[in-house]
């Protein structure tokens, strides 16, 4: 008996793997592996999300009106150009779907998230890597990679797992050099996270350009990761592309309620904000100070490098914190096999893990 055959591809991808959330024994981890912010989501959010309960035989607002408009509000932005999906991810996809297909290239950056890759190859699409430069994206080195075939350009600004960042005039060059029927797809998940100057999370671009969509997610200091929910800020012309393939009721209502609520919860985000920008210092401070060398990050997570040695290394490193009960994030797949990613917690969690490295570090030397 014959069986159905997937697109040719399709077998090639590998499947997406997230952070680990348990460890051996039981019991409630330190669980620092999914770069989730320490602080939950707003107390709104939750309201908001619980009242959604009350209405659970409806179907949901298709348009997602109340999350749109929340977030333009936010930003001054016009909501007929806001796409939302269940995370980023969904997003990503749709973008690859409407614009990649046999024959056409998308480019990603060494380091860059790992689903480009899997909704490239899942669009029958060749995905096109380009080197980086420092563990950050180099603007040279993509364009190099550019043929005719090349259709959209996929850049994490920052970028996860490294935590490095483009500056907007870096961007603005990139946007300018690619030929005009590229899409320019700027990955801003942690943007709310970014205290550079220099920075621009691509809303600029898409008000000035006709081929540039930023992406935004919930999942990240929103805390609404269990939620699925994310947005694109596009061109009308790709507004009106992705709102034809988008499924018609692709966002919950509890999703879309709780999400309004959280873009107008001010005061919580900045709390976030600012309890990144006092740990992440300290944990780079502290973590440099045990002999590892870490990434400078502009994001709520790190990227920590460990020497090629059984004893010393990555896996030894992350066995190690998993027998202290936290999790960490190792990021072989994203072609970094000798480092750990960690992601900024609570106080405590900070300090514990820490400490647990500097033990680490005393049980290698021994």
């Known amino acids: 008996m014959s069986a159905p055959t997937p697109r040719p591809g399709i077998l090639d991808i590998e499947i997406y793997v997230p952070g680990e959330s348990s460890v051996p024994g039981g019991g409630k981890p330190i669980k620092l592996s999914s770069n989730e912010t320490p602080l939950g989501p707003s107390p709104r959010a939750i309201e908001a999300y619980r009242a959604a309960a009350a209405d659970l035989e409806r179907y949901p607002d298709g348009q997602a009106a109340a999350l749109r408009n929340a977030i333009a509000k936010r930003y001054g932005l016009d909501a007929g150009r806001i796409v939302c999906g269940a995370g980023s991810d969904e997003v990503l996809v749709m973008l690859a779907h409407a614009y990649l297909g046999p024959g056409d290239e998308g480019i990603f950056t060494e380091h860059g998230f790992l689903v480009y890759r899997i909704a490239i190859l899942a669009c029958g699409a060749t995905p096109v890597v380009a080197p980086e430069t420092n563990f950050t994206a180099d603007v040279d080195a993509i364009l190099a990679k550019v043929t005719e075939r090349t259709k959209v350009v996929f850049l994490a600004n920052p970028n996860n797992p490294t935590g490095t960042y483009l500056p907007i005039g870096e961007v603005r060059r990139l946007r300018s050099a690619l030929p005009g029927h590229v899409l320019l797809v700027l990955d801003a998940a942690y943007a709310e ?128 914190l998993k027998s202290r009960g936290i999790i960490v994030r190792r990021v072989a797949g994203y072609g970094l096999p000798h480092c750990l990613r960690v992601t900024v917690g609570t106080e405590a969690e900070n300090l514990a893990v820490v400490a647990a490295l500097a033990e680490f570090v005393g049980a290698a030397k021994s």
């Open 193 to 320: 996270y970014v205290r550079r100057n220099d920075y621009e999370a691509g809303l600029e671009l898409v008000a000035t350009t006709d081929n540039t969509v930023m992406t935004r997610t919930f999942s990240k200091i929103y805390g609404l990761a269990a939620l699925r929910i994310g947005w694109a800020y596009c061109p009308q012309a790709v507004a009106d592309v992705l709102n034809r393939i988008r499924g018609p009721f692709n966002m919950s209502s509890a999703s879309i309620a709780a999400g309004a609520a959280a873009m107008a919860d001010e005061r919580h985000i900045m709390q976030a904000v600012q309890h990144n920008e006092t740990w992440l210092q300290h944990l780079t401070d502290e973590i440099g100070k045990l002999g590892f060398t870490v990434t400078p990050s502009v994001g709520n997570f790190l990227l920590i490098h460990f020497p090629n040695d059984a004893k010393r290394g990555a896996v030894a490193c992350d066995t190690f």
